[in-house]
């Protein structure tokens, strides 16, 4: 699977943005999409993750709220609507593809992701 991130950039504190994730490729054996984050000096943590059967999300603690994963009907896109953006939001952000059924047991590990796109910095500033 080939994602492409996008929709990054410097934002205000309290502003919004929505990332963008294409997925390209074995869209079969797509079981679940995923953000990720990681910010300078930080590991990489995650943020929201999408089932592609049933749509159940999930989301870091941290962001819930403020935070919305979607995917378009036809699956070839997953969204992040990030609102009232905070300084601590500030992180590259990566979308992720998981081809483990298993996903669903533990979708905020990253291990479990086996794809990965390039990455979109998000810089929120105070």
């Known amino acids: 699977v080939q994602l492409q991130a996008s929709g990054g950039g410097l934002v205000q504190s309290g502003g919004s943005l929505r990332l963008s994730c294409v997925a390209s490729?074995?869209?079969?054996?797509?079981?679940?999409m995923g953000w990720f984050r990681q910010a300078p000096g930080m590991e990489r943590e995650f943020v929201a993750a999408?089932?592609?059967?049933?749509?159940?999300?999930y989301y870091a603690d941290s962001v819930k709220g403020r935070f919305t994963i979607s995917r378009d009907n036809a699956k070839t896109t997953v969204y992040l609507q990030m609102i009232s953006l905070k300084p601590e939001d500030t992180a590259v952000y990566f979308c992720a593809s998981s081809s483990y059924r298993g996903i669903i047991l533990s979708p905020r590990n990253l291990r479990q992701y086996d794809d990965w796109g390039q990455g979109t910095l998000v810089t929120v500033s105070s």
């Open positions: 999408i089932m592609w059967s049933g749509g159940t999300r």
């Open positions: 490729g074995r869209a079969a054996s797509r079981y679940a």
